[in-house]
């Protein structure tokens, strides 16, 4: 893993300073190395994480073995003694079956120098690709199926073009840009995070998942090679017994794939069923006792280190553990907010700095389970997807809307989904906003000053005609598979992928997810519903799974989910985050919100209320991008 920068443009408007600072700002992304490469209007830069093939050879920009292509890459290709085996068979006694090192990199190199643009189908892992063609002046850039690495990119009228692996590197450049794109801020407010392709700034992008963007001094042209509402269809496998074969058979293989490493290597371990899985298959791969790291808290309600400690004593690795204090968090906070370079509110991502820390103390490399929730139904979104297309929900919408609307805040959040009818394709993102006790809609027009209301609505339109554009056609899909969809292209990614990324590479440490491998994912979307929520069972075919390697009564228990106990913190020790950035003058400064309506939240919250503290933070993370940032 590592980071990579690079611009293509009319000489001299992207200068070699900035360039050079864009680097710097990618240090701990590849602390291990140094390149850069120059032609032209074109500049590439890379930053090296030592993992497959520690030798110089391998460094990066690496040219083609006929010099007309440069490459810099970031991730890790895992089928590529596979592949290169296979090159050197079908071209045996030619150049191309000559290899000058042992790195997936010059793989990954030579399949695009044989089979072109269309190479990357034959990739099996993460990955943010830049290829620059001497020959044609072309750019051509890719980004993993699952969007696990990162890559963000600009572009202006004049054909100016850059890229990075992170925003600060991007910013660096004088002549980038800087305009707040408002609609990411409306987006941030709904999900705690900014949703794929847009960024906080107007002029700079994510490039979404399974994309390939080619750059020429004719424009800019955008092509999917892969997408995942593609890779469903109706021929489901539903025999129990088929699918737990299949499913052990792919993981299995997946982990050991995934274990390939020039460097020491360990496992995220939370206690859950996706981390205890993958540690378990991870222990029949491994000579000696496998590492295994872990975060716990002195709150006993979010403290999961005993049940990843009885994990970890069943398997027999060598368990790490750290017991946050807010203390702890505390000295992380002001990290935590540069880190993720724009607005970003999960606060697990603390937690995962600190796993991040200690892991980077042993290992350069960490198996972790993000993806297993997503694809195989962990989450109560999914168990509301199901409820609200099922009696008595579905015939008595409006009287039991009327009746929710009384009670408790959990049941006002599925009183604002009866609102909606069950075969609205946006349905999706209302129930992952209200279970993760965000804003919806009438909230933000309640909370946003008048002036912003014309944009609101404008950005709530345009918000929802991408959905159901990007559902079109899978209406008929299950409810429950739909939701899974929804979580897989955005909280998956934009959330969970970009927190366990920053804080991995933030102490310069390779996160790698075997349960979003392709083949894993491809089954995955293959299993029937009735067999992912299973007498009540959520991840049932994982959890049974398990239970061929941990005794059940270690990780059946209630989902409690990787959080801190932010409600508690915000007031006590963290009060001065709500003091700090939701006074009267900076809510006047920032200019979005209605004074009275925050005032009226934070009265709310202290009175009890503890299902605000979500928004309050998203207002929190808001309001400190924007005071530093603008």
């Not at 407010?189 to 020429?216: A, D, M």
């Not at 981390?275 to 006993?300: D, P, Y």
């Amino acid at each position: 893993m590592c980071g990579i920068a690079g611009t293509f443009s009319v000489k001299g408007f992207f200068s070699k300073a900035d360039m050079q600072t864009a680097g710097e700002k990618l240090n701990h992304r590849g602390p291990d190395g140094y390149g850069f490469f120059e032609e032209e209007e074109v500049m590439l830069l890379h930053r090296r994480l030592s993992i497959i093939d520690l030798d110089n050879r391998a460094s990066q920009p690496m040219s083609s073995h006929d010099g007309r292509y440069v490459m810099v890459y970031n991730g890790e290709v895992y089928n590529y003694v596979e592949l290169k085996e296979k090159i050197i068979q079908e071209h045996k006694g030619t150049a191309m079956a000559d290899f000058k090192t042992t790195s997936d990199s010059e793989v990954v190199l030579r399949l695009f120098e044989l089979h072109g643009r269309n190479f990357v189908s034959e990739l099996n892992g993460m990955f943010a690709i830049c290829i620059y063609d001497r020959q044609e002046h072309k750019l051509y850039l890719y980004r993993d199926r699952m969007g696990i690495k990162p890559l963000f990119w600009y572009s202006d009228t004049e054909g100016n073009f850059a890229f990075a692996s992170e925003l600060k590197a991007l910013t660096a450049f004088e002549s980038i840009s800087k305009e707040v794109n408002h609609e990411s801020i409306f987006n941030f407010l709904r999900s705690g995070f900014i949703p794929s392709p847009i960024t906080i700034y107007k002029n700079i992008h994510k490039l979404e998942s399974g994309t390939c963007l080619t750059v020429s001094r004719s424009g800019i042209e955008k092509n999917i090679f892969w997408e995942l509402t593609k890779q469903v269809d109706g021929n489901k496998l539903k025999n129990e017994k088929e699918v737990l074969v299949k499913l052990d058979s792919t993981l299995s293989e997946t982990v050991k794939i995934q274990l390939r490493s020039d460097v020491p290597y360990g496992i995220f371990l939370s206690g859950g069923v996706d981390s205890s899985l993958v540690t378990a298959l991870a222990t029949k791969h491994v000579n000696g006792k496998l590492n295994t790291f872990s975060i716990g808290f002195r709150e006993q309600t979010h403290n999961e280190a005993p049940h990843a400690r009885a994990v970890a004593s069943h398997l027999g690795t060598n368990h790490h553990e750290f017991i946050v204090s807010h203390s702890d968090a505390i000295a992380l906070i002001e990290t935590f907010f540069d880190v993720y370079d724009e607005p970003y509110a999960d606060t697990s991502g603390i937690p995962t700095m600190l796993v991040s820390k200690l892991a980077a103390q042993h290992v350069k490399v960490v198996l972790s389970g993000e993806g297993g929730d997503e694809l195989f139904y962990g989450y109560g979104t999914h168990n509301w997807s199901v409820r609200l297309n099922k009696f008595p929900f579905d015939t008595f919408r409006i009287p039991m809307r009327i009746l929710f609307k009384q009670l408790s805040s959990r049941y006002k959040r599925v009183a604002e989904l009866l609102k909606y009818d069950s075969d609205k394709t946006f349905l999706p993102e209302h129930i992952y906003s209200q279970e993760q006790y965000l804003f919806n809609f009438d909230e933000l027009k309640n909370l946003m000053l008048n002036k912003h209301v014309s944009d609101l609505n404008q950005f709530t339109e345009k918000y929802f005609t991408s959905l159901s554009s990007t559902f079109s056609g899978l209406q008929k899909m299950a409810s429950e598979e739909l939701q899974s969809l929804y979580e897989i292209m955005y909280p998956l990614q934009d959330d969970l992928l970009t927190k366990v990324d920053r804080a991995t590479m933030q102490h310069s440490i390779e996160a790698r997810v075997p349960l979003l491998d392709n083949h894993l994912v491809q089954l995955a979307l293959q299993i029937d519903s009735s067999l992912k929520i299973k007498n009540g069972i959520n991840k049932y075919p994982l959890k049974k799974l398990l239970a061929n390697y941990v005794p059940e009564e270690i990780f059946m228990r209630p989902k409690r989910g990787f959080s801190i106990p932010l409600a508690k913190w915000l007031r006590t020790e963290w009060k001065y985050l709500i003091d700090g950035y939701l006074n009267e003058k900076v809510i006047a400064e920032v200019g979005l919100f209605k004074p009275e309506e925050v005032k009226k939240m934070i009265r709310q919250f202290y009175s009890g209320d503890d299902y605000l503290y979500n928004r309050l933070w998203c207002l929190i993370a808001l309001h400190r991008w924007l005071i530093k940032n603008q």
